[in-house]
């Protein structure tokens, strides 16, 4: 089963006419960066790679930060206790939300990076934790998964599927490993643009930026999946809960509108450059739009 729900924007850049990025380009992005998005990241001290979600009940930042993984562990709740569930974290950043959800709910997870750097910092996070006996970290590839891993009970992607290359791939490992039973749910970006032509630049800065290789419709979403054996349950629409407008995200648009175009710059400023494009699209309201 599906479940999507996310943040930010609607998956995937299937169409988009820039170039894919091939696995080493995001695996060399989450390596470069990582360390400065704990470092100066709002959500790093939590581990939180992903945006906050100002959702209902939520009173501050650290709250914002998980809310995606508290409406994860409402999923968790829908399975039977009488054993830990299998949770399998696809795209897992450094750990943040395996983590919290393992201190959360008696659970055995698995996570997937592509980037070492990430699983470095993945590995130290579980151990300062005191939780390697419930929880791992792999390196490796969604789209690849290990043979030997099935029987997962609960997969998850929060902002991580838009880097893949294939979508359909990416729901075929998935539900490869799902047991009878299992759901997968896919917090993420995806177009509502209808193919409108001023959305292309703010597109093609976003996916440059973000090194976006996968943006599609949540329609398109729903037939993939269901053409690779799972059932759409329910999409939720995040949005209206992401923080738009503010005065720091006002700053780094006037920087990357200054100096985005000198490539010496732009290589270093991509993650700004590539937020402030999808801020503008979020914002538009139709250029790119909505967190599922």
Request: aromatic content about 6%; glycine content about 10%.
């Amino acid at each position: 089963m599906i479940v999507p729900f996310a943040a930010g924007l609607k998956p995937a850049l299937h169409a988009l006419a820039d170039p894919h990025f091939a696995a080493s380009d995001v695996r060399r992005y989450y390596d470069t960066h990582t360390p400065g998005f704990m470092r100066h990241g709002q959500g790093g001290r939590l581990g939180a790679i992903h945006r906050a979600v100002w959702g209902p009940g939520v009173a501050d930042r650290d709250r914002a930060f998980r809310y995606v993984e508290d409406l994860i562990l409402r999923e968790l709740d829908t399975f039977p206790t009488d054993h830990p569930i299998e949770v399998l974290d696809l795209g897992c950043g450094v750990g943040g939300s395996l983590t919290y959800l393992a201190q959360q709910r008696p659970l055995r997870g698995v996570g997937i990076t592509l980037s070492p750097v990430q699983a470095r910092a993945g590995r130290a996070r579980i151990a300062a934790l005191g939780l390697a006996d419930q929880i791992e970290i792999v390196d490796g590839d969604y789209n690849a998964l290990p043979p030997a891993l099935t029987g997962v009970d609960l997969a998850y992607a929060i902002e991580s599927f838009v880097h893949g290359p294939s979508p359909e791939r990416f729901l075929e490992e998935a539900a490869r490993v799902l047991a009878p039973g299992g759901r997968l749910v896919v917090c993420d970006d995806f177009r509502t643009d209808h193919g409108q032509t001023r959305a292309a630049r703010t597109l093609a800065q976003f996916a440059r930026g973000w090194h976006v290789n996968t943006l599609i419709a949540p329609e398109e979403l729903r037939a993939l999946a269901a053409r690779a054996g799972l059932e759409p349950i329910r999409t939720t629409d995040l949005t209206p809960w992401l923080e738009l407008g503010r005065p720091r995200d006002r700053a780094i648009g006037l920087l990357a509108a200054a100096v985005g175009w000198i490539p010496s710059i732009s290589t270093r400023l991509a993650p700004l450059i590539g937020g402030a494009a999808l801020q503008r699209g979020l914002a538009r309201g139709g250029a790119l739009v909505a967190s599922h």
